[in-house]
């Protein structure tokens, strides 16, 4: 199924690197035009996933990673257009691929446990979704922050001088991302919390439902994360903590979440594996 | 009609020499007008820059045109003409043509690719057409040249990158700062580089500009000329805590600005970036201020390395964008050919259309007792097929390679049909607007 979104997102990460190299801009509009075939057909892919299985599908990994990818992919896609600025496509869109080619390998069917049949678990997934792909465009943005700032430091102009957006920018669209990331993911776990608590009650016998708790390495995982963006905006804000500094802190954060993300979900935890 | 182009370049005249015959610090329009008294051009257009003057006109008598675009130098400047006439260069046609293609790419300045040009070439061609000294044949060649320009930018990096160190500042200012809007810029003692630098950063938006100098006078000057605030010299520390761009150039012996210094006022890390242009000589900064994690310092020599960098890039473009000089010219050419067929097509039409007409009223009485719309349709029918019969010959004739073949097409038709040239040529311009349509009702 995420077969045709997969490959129209490979097409569009060649296009966006030859486009980074070339810099035309026909090339620049031509990948964009690629990544909207591949969000269209991603769009089609994943509310015929939900007309299949009448819910949104993310309750396993696997459907869950693809609705991240799509929002990885919406939301560059309007960084994109509002700032008329493709030069960090190249940058995106390989996350995208790589990712995708996870539920195109695994393509886990979208049961899901009663015990999830809850508007509180909607809005717990779709937040912490969001704020992964927000994490993912501020690790990126950091990480060309990163490349453009040795550049100028060390005096040497090359590749990424020309091609990127200023330091001032790519930092500003960084710090940006961090706090609506943050806002997303301090929703996403309240609401966990929160909705864990009523399920508790409702069906005590669930064993993931007792597997909630501070323990459990995806919980852990997700609260270290927490805890590292809300470093990142604290030192921002009082210790000045700009430029490189935030760049480095929110590649680490997004690195975490990624753990925690896939190989967490698959092996590790106990409590989110409700199949 | 023929393309005629006689002027000095800097590869010409010496600077001396270029003065004298310069017509941009005066009025272009005067000077349009003033050619426009001499009979041979049909058409003129006078583009003058700080590295040429040049008079494009459009002649039936290229000879003569020459001659009286040399007088017009020589009494319009005031200047024998034996003076200049030894560094006149004059094209004809196709080369004229590539001449002003490869001015307007920017392939012909001291500077390659610098930007100016192209709006030069747009002005020289306005202040012409204001005056009505323009007509079809230059009109097209300049918007064409306008086009090759755009293209040239667009598709090459013969432009790109700042090639004086002033710009390059800038440049580099606008990739660390984004936009410079409120920026604060402090300036420490003047100099002709610090002060360009300065007054781009003015034009580029930039907020405060804030100007020291041991020399209070000197400030004051130089804070006059950029629309700055001057302030004290011994407030300089604290005006660097405040600045985000710094730029020096005293005649200091040791360094005005020291590490400690910046470390004591704003800390071990600043938020803000701080971007110090060290023009001086001996050095104003101390190296190790580059080390301070938002600092970027650079001096003299790293900005003339980026320029001698930009420099080499555009040559390496030099080849792309001559490729497209050569494209556009090749188009530019087919089209003028078609162009040179359209006395033969009109007076093709018009002999195709007197028979046609001729026919017609012959046939007249026959005729007669048709209804009116029967007529009409009659009437339609024959155009059409008189249009039908033209349309191949008509393209045919359009798309000839080259001129030879032309002449000899143009010869057959005239003999074959025994057509008058003469008749058709007078109005050639409204002909090219007529062919048009009737291609467009023919299609």
Known sequence: MNLLPLALYAAAVVVYGIHFAKRQPSVGRAATTLLLLGVLAHTFVIGMQTMEVRHVPFSNT????SSFVWMLA??????EVTTDERAMGVFILPIVVGLLTVPVLYPGVDYRDPVLDSAWFWVHVASLLFAYATFALAAMLGLTYVLQFK????????????RLPSLHVLDAMNSRAVVVGWLFLTIGVVVGIVWTAQARALSPENSNLQAMSLQDPKIFIAVLTWAVYSFSMFARKTLGWTGRRAAWLSALGFVIALLNFIPVSYFVTTSHTFQ | ??????????????????????????DLGAA?????????????????TCNRSEIYVVST????????????????????????????????????????FRVAAGLDSIVVGEPQILGQVKDAFQAAAEHHRTGPMLSKLFHWSFLVGKRVRAETGLGEGAVSISFAAVALARKIFGQLTGRRVLVVGAGEISTLTAQHLRTNGVGEILVTSRTSGHADALASSVNGRSIAWDDLAQAVAVADIVITATGSQRPIITRAQIEAVTGRHRRDPLFIIDIAVPRDVEASVGDIEQVFLYNVDDLQTIVQENLSRRTSE??????????????????????????????????????????LSRLDGKLSGLPPEARARVEEITRLIVEKLLLEPTEQLKGLPDE??????????????????SESLSSTVEASAEVTQADRRGK
Do not use: C
Not at chain 2, 5 to 21: K, Q, W, Y
Not at chain 2, 33 to 46: I, K, T
Not at chain 2, 61 to 70: M, N, S
């Open chain 2, 32 to 48: 349009v007008e003033a050619l426009a008294l001499r009979p041979s051009a049909a058409e003129s257009v006078v583009l003058s």
């Open chain 2, 404 to 421: 030879e073949t032309q002449i000899a097409y143009t010869e057959a038709i005239n003999r074959l049909f025994r057509l008058r040239e």
């Open chain 2, 1 to 26: 009609m023929q393309v005629i182009l006689l002027g000095v370049s800097h590869r010409t005249a010496p600077v001396e020499l270029r003065e004298r015959l310069d017509f941009s610090s005066r």
């Open chain 1, 74 to 79: 919406l939301s560059y896609l309007y960084l």
């Open chain 2, 318 to 359: 030099v080849e792309r964008a001559e490729a497209i000089v050569a494209e556009e010219l090749a188009k530019y050419a087919a089209w003028q050919r078609s162009r040179g067929a359209v006395p033969t097509i009109v007076a093709l039409r018009e002999h195709f259309d007197r028979i046609r007409r001729s026919e």
């Open chain 2, 61 to 100: 008598d290229p000879a003569r045109a020459r001659e009286e675009v040399t007088a017009f130098l020589s009494e319009y400047h005031n200047l024998p003409s034996a003076a200049f006439t030894p560094h006149l260069f004059s094209h004809d046609n196709e080369a004229a043509v590539r001449h002003l």
């Open chain 1, 62 to 65: 696997s459907t869950a990673v």
């Open chain 1, 151 to 162: 550049e100028i430091k060390k005096k040497h102009l090359g590749y990424f001088y020309t």
